[in-house]
């Protein structure tokens, strides 16, 4: 049974949990056991049921605990698939959260919505500005996650997570697919999943780094030039996987870029085909910066993916010059592997009485 | 957007051209500037890197409502 924190009133109380160290450092909701209720019944899921132990403190994550941290980021009922779904991720043995929340790498799980539940349980943002200010789905449910990490998972800075500086990622981090306007195929069915599915895909990310290329249909090489500084990008010789090499990492493409491969002819799987191509790299390269990283390489040439598919393409963002790529840890037991959940949208209950609650 | 309303402001004729991506964020900036009525013409988006025979197309296609706008018509 959880212990109830008494307060004089909700000013108080924020105070209270700053002081135990319980929020990000940004006021929270005060998760008030009706406020909690609501979430909880929102789920379809008894408040007790655990759904996993979280490191590295290795607390229990029951319903109920997700439901609080939910509250206090603001989570409406809505957003509750999308928030079990990425809990339930990341409590995936393949996620190695424990590892991930110690490391001293700027990491944090990137969540990445796909199917009917964007609209449903959010709307969860995939245009302009999608990882940024302003879309209170993405925001909320980036957090709710966070929030679990810090109270059920342990984590604190300096403590317990040892980021060296950490990542604005950190907060929240959580965007969807522009299924509609995508060229491609939507990223979950590639993944094994049916259209109609509700997915919610999470890796631990560094933050956004920004891909500037200014297309011209005149030019032939276009499409290659395009795809030679994702590549940069995604692995240049400063970032983990060109170093550790074997992890996951994302493309977020822009329409104006998608565009561009899509009428070269190029599907998702051609495009991450030729990125881990144009990731191979010479063994001495990474000696030079590297030489005791590169020890283990007994070959002239190396790898920095394992295989085309740890790269997660999607089409999200304002249409431009920027796309952006999430370079990753590449570390833990299974090297910071992306996790796709199914989101269980039909459990989910309609709560009675919700706005007058809210209200 | 913010171009041609201080062109404008200088006395001489201006017209803004914005493409259609960026047409919400032309009205908030002629709203904010105290100049909601600015002409301007939409563009289709996107217009950079869609080739030089693509972009005299659109040129071409636009220049009467340039025109019209510069004249206030």
Same mark, same amino acid.
């Given at each position: 049974?959880?212990?109830?924190?008494?307060?004089?009133?909700?000013?108080?109380?924020?105070?209270?949990?700053?002081?135990?160290?319980?929020?990000?450092?940004?006021?929270?909701?005060?998760?008030?056991?009706?406020?909690?209720?609501?979430?909880?019944?929102?789920?379809? *899921?008894?408040?007790? *049921?655990?759904?996993?132990?979280?490191?590295?403190?290795?607390?229990?994550?029951?319903?109920?605990?997700?439901?609080?941290?939910?509250?206090?980021?603001?989570?409406?009922?809505?957003?509750?698939?999308?928030?079990?779904?990425?809990?339930?991720?990341?409590?995936?043995?393949?996620?190695?959260?424990?590892?991930?929340? @110690?490391?001293?790498?700027?990491?944090?799980?990137?969540?990445?919505?796909?199917?009917?539940?964007?609209?449903?349980?959010?709307?969860?943002? @995939?245009?302009?500005?999608? *990882?940024?200010?302003?879309?209170?789905?993405?925001?909320?449910?980036?957090?709710?996650?966070?929030?679990?990490?810090?109270?059920?998972?342990?984590?604190?800075?300096?403590?317990?997570?040892?980021?060296?500086?950490?990542?604005?990622?950190?907060?929240?981090?959580?965007?969807?697919?522009?299924?509609?306007?995508?060229?491609?195929?939507?990223?979950?069915?590639?993944?094994?999943?049916?259209?109609?599915?509700?997915?919610?895909?999470?890796?631990?990310?560094?933050?956004?780094?920004?891909?500037?290329?200014?297309?011209?249909?005149?030019?032939?090489?276009?499409?290659?030039?395009?795809?030679?500084?994702?590549?940069?990008?995604?692995?240049?010789?400063?970032?983990?996987?060109?170093?550790?090499?074997?992890?996951?990492?994302?493309?977020?493409?822009?329409?104006?870029?998608?565009?561009?491969?899509?009428?070269?002819? *190029?599907?998702?799987?051609?495009?991450?085909?030729?990125?881990?191509?144009?990731?191979?790299?010479?063994?001495?390269?990474?000696?030079?910066?590297?030489?005791?990283?590169?020890?283990?390489?007994?070959?002239?040439?190396?790898?920095?993916?394992?295989?085309?598919?740890?790269?997660?393409?999607?089409?999200?963002?304002?249409?431009?010059?920027? @796309?952006?790529?999430?370079?990753?840890?590449?570390?833990?037991?299974?090297?910071?592997?992306?996790? @796709?959940?199914?989101?269980?949208?039909?459990?989910?209950?309609?709560?009675?009485?919700?706005?007058?609650?809210?209200? | 957007?913010?171009?041609?309303?201080?062109?404008?402001?200088?006395?001489?004729?201006?017209?803004?051209?914005?493409?259609?991506?960026?047409?919400?964020?032309?009205?908030?900036?002629?709203?904010?500037?105290?100049?909601?009525?600015?002409?301007?013409?939409?563009?289709?988006?996107?217009?950079?890197?869609?080739?030089?025979?693509?972009?005299?197309?659109?040129?071409?296609?636009?220049?009467?409502?340039?025109?019209?706008?510069?004249?206030?018509?």
């Amino acid at each position: 049974m959880t212990e109830l924190m008494q307060a004089m009133d909700e000013s108080a109380a924020l105070e209270m949990l700053h002081e135990a160290g319980c929020t990000d450092g940004l006021p929270v909701v005060i998760p008030t056991p009706e406020r909690v209720e609501a979430l909880v019944l929102a789920t379809g *899921l008894d408040a007790d *049921l655990q759904l996993g132990t979280m490191g590295p403190g290795n607390g229990a994550a029951t319903v109920g605990k997700v439901a609080t941290a939910a509250v206090m980021a603001g989570c409406l009922p809505d957003h509750m698939p999308i928030v079990m779904g990425a809990v339930n991720a990341v409590l995936d043995p393949l996620f190695d959260l424990a590892e991930m929340q @110690s490391t001293t790498h700027c990491t944090a799980p990137l969540i990445l919505v796909n199917g009917p539940g964007r609209h449903s349980c959010g709307p969860v943002a @995939s245009g302009f500005g999608a *990882l940024g200010p302003g879309h209170r789905a993405n925001a909320s449910i980036g957090r709710a996650l966070r929030l679990c990490m810090i109270n059920i998972g342990g984590a604190r800075p300096g403590e317990s997570d040892m980021a060296l500086l950490g990542h604005p990622g950190k907060f929240t981090y959580c965007l969807a697919e522009d299924e509609e306007h995508s060229p491609f195929a939507p990223m979950h069915t590639e993944l094994g999943f049916a259209p109609d599915d509700t997915v919610v895909t999470v890796i631990g990310a560094e933050a956004p780094h920004s891909v500037m290329y200014n297309g011209d249909a005149d030019d032939p090489e276009d499409v290659n030039k395009l795809l030679e500084v994702l590549a940069i990008g995604l692995a240049n010789m400063a970032t983990n996987n060109a170093v550790l090499t074997g992890g996951g990492a994302v493309v977020v493409l822009n329409p104006e870029h998608a565009k561009i491969l899509h009428d070269n002819g *190029l599907d998702r799987q051609a495009i991450i085909t030729r990125l881990w191509q144009l990731t191979h790299y010479p063994t001495e390269q990474l000696s030079y910066f590297s030489a005791n990283f590169a020890a283990r390489i007994k070959s002239d040439t190396y790898q920095c993916f394992t295989k085309p598919e740890d790269i997660l393409l999607l089409m999200a963002g304002g249409s431009g010059l920027y @796309s952006m790529v999430m370079p990753s840890w590449c570390a833990g037991a299974n090297r910071n592997q992306y996790v @796709s959940k199914k989101a269980d949208v039909e459990q989910f209950c309609e709560v009675p009485g919700l706005v007058a609650l809210l209200d | 957007m913010r171009d041609g309303i201080n062109t404008a402001r200088l006395g001489i004729p201006a017209v803004s051209l914005v493409t259609e991506d960026f047409w919400p964020q032309g009205n908030f900036v002629a709203q904010a500037l105290g100049m909601p009525a600015f002409p301007r013409v939409q563009l289709p988006h996107p217009l950079a890197g869609t080739g030089s025979a693509h972009l005299r197309s659109v040129a071409e296609s636009m220049v009467a409502a340039i025109i019209g706008g510069l004249k206030n018509d």
